[in-house]
C-alpha cells in the first residue's frame, strides 16, 4: 500500500520551516510532495534549498484548496493520499495505524485524531475527533461542536476505528481510486467544506469514512484565514448552501434549504448584535452567491443517495437552545 504524503502551501514559507521538519522526520512510508500555489515569497526556494528529499509540484495559479490539490494529484502516483495542511505537526509513527485500514477496499477515506498545537491537551476545531452535519448542514465534531472545543481525556478513542460522516481536510487520507472516480474535490468550492461535499459523494457510492484516534497530528488552525475573516464567513455559509443543493435527497432538498437559509439569517443577525457587521454582510453575499450558481449546482447532483447522513436533528437547537 503505497502512500504519499501531499501539503499545498500559498506564500506559507514560515510554516513551512516550522512544521515540515515533523512530516520529513516521521514519515519514512510514504514520500513527501509539496505543492506550491503560485506563492509570491520564497517558499519554493527555501524548499529546494532545506529539503532535497520532499517533492515541490508547482502550480500556476492559486487554485485554492480544491483545484491547487486537483491539478496537482494528477502527477502523483500512490494508492492513498494524505493531504496534510501545511500548519500541521505530525507524530511519531502517525502512519502506522491509518495505512492498514486501506486494506479493506469499502474504506476510502481516514482522518486522524486531530489536536490544538497551542494547547495540546484539547482537540483542534477543524476535526477533532470526526466530524458530522446535522440535518440542515451544520458541521459538528467529536469534541467540537460550534466554538465550544473538548479536552481529549481518551473520550473518543473507542471504538478504534469509528464510523463518521466527513473527514478534516486538514488531515485527509483518501485511495487515489476512489478520489479519481468522484472527480476530485468540487472546485467550484474554491476553499472550505470540500472535503466534507468529497465525503457525502464518497457516501453516496456506499463506502465508509473512517475516525483512527491512535494517530495523532496537531494543528494551529486559521493559518490562512482566521475564523473572524468575513472572507472565511462568506465561503463557509455559501458553500454549506451548494454542498446541501448538491446532495440533499430529494424529498428532503427544498425544505431543509428554507429551514437552512432562515438560519443562516438568524446568525446574521447574531454577527450584527455582536458587533460584527461585515460578518453578516458576509451572509448576505454567501446567500447572493448560492443563488447565482443555483442551476449549476443542481446539474451535479447525483442519481443515488445516502439518505441517512445526519444522527442530530439540529445541532443548533441542541447547543444553543437546549444547551447540549
Not at 17 to 39: G, I, K, M, R
Not at 222 to 230: K, Q, V
Not at 243 to 248: A, C, E, I, P, R
Request: glycine share 8%.
Amino acid at each position: 500500500m503505497t502512500c504519499a504524503i501531499v501539503i499545498l502551501n500559498w506564500n506559507g514559507r514560515g510554516l513551512l520551516q516550522h512544521f515540515l521538519p515533523s512530516v520529513v522526520a516521521h514519515t519514512t512510508e510514504a514520500q513527501v510532495y509539496v505543492v506550491d500555489n503560485a506563492s509570491t515569497d520564497d517558499s519554493v526556494a527555501f524548499l529546494v534549498e532545506n529539503f532535497p528529499t520532499v517533492s515541490v509540484i508547482q502550480n500556476s495559479a492559486n487554485l485554492g484548496y480544491a483545484g491547487g490539490y486537483n491539478s496537482a494529484l494528477q502527477y502523483i502516483s500512490a494508492d492513498v493520499y494524505c493531504l496534510l495542511n501545511s500548519d500541521v505537526r505530525v507524530t511519531e509513527g502517525w502512519l502506522r495505524p491509518i495505512l492498514p485500514l486501506f486494506e479493506n477496499p469499502e474504506v476510502a477515506v481516514v482522518q486522524p485524531k486531530i489536536k490544538d498545537e497551542k494547547c495540546p491537551a484539547y482537540f483542534e476545531y477543524a476535526g477533532a475527533a470526526g466530524g458530522y452535519i446535522d440535518k440542515y448542514g451544520f458541521p459538528y465534531c467529536r469534541g467540537r461542536v460550534f466554538d465550544t472545543i473538548e479536552e481529549d481525556k481518551g473520550q473518543y478513542n473507542s471504538p478504534s476505528p469509528c464510523s463518521i460522516f466527513w473527514a478534516s481536510g486538514a488531515c485527509f487520507f483518501v485511495r487515489a481510486e476512489v478520489f479519481r472516480e468522484l472527480g476530485g474535490f468540487d472546485e467550484d468550492f474554491f476553499a472550505h467544506q470540500e472535503e466534507i461535499d468529497l465525503c457525502w459523494r464518497v457516501h453516496h457510492k456506499g463506502k465508509q469514512v473512517l475516525c483512527c484516534p491512535e494517530s495523532e497530528v496537531y494543528h494551529v488552525g486559521g493559518a490562512t484565514l482566521t475564523a473572524a475573516n468575513p472572507r472565511k464567513t462568506y465561503l463557509n455559509f455559501r458553500n454549506s448552501l451548494f454542498m446541501l443543493l448538491k446532495n440533499l435527497p430529494d424529498e428532503r432538498l427544498y425544505s431543509t434549504l428554507f429551514v437552512r437559509m432562515v438560519l443562516d439569517g438568524v446568525a446574521g443577525v447574531r454577527f450584527l448584535l455582536q458587533g460584527k457587521p461585515r460578518l453578516l454582510w458576509a451572509v448576505v453575499k454567501a446567500h447572493f452567491g448560492f443563488y447565482g450558481s443555483f442551476f449549476k449546482f443542481k446539474k451535479k447532483r447525483p442519481t443515488t443517495f445516502f439518505a441517512d447522513y445526519y444522527q442530530t436533528k439540529s445541532v443548533v437547537w441542541r447547543h444553543f437552545v437546549a444547551n447540549k
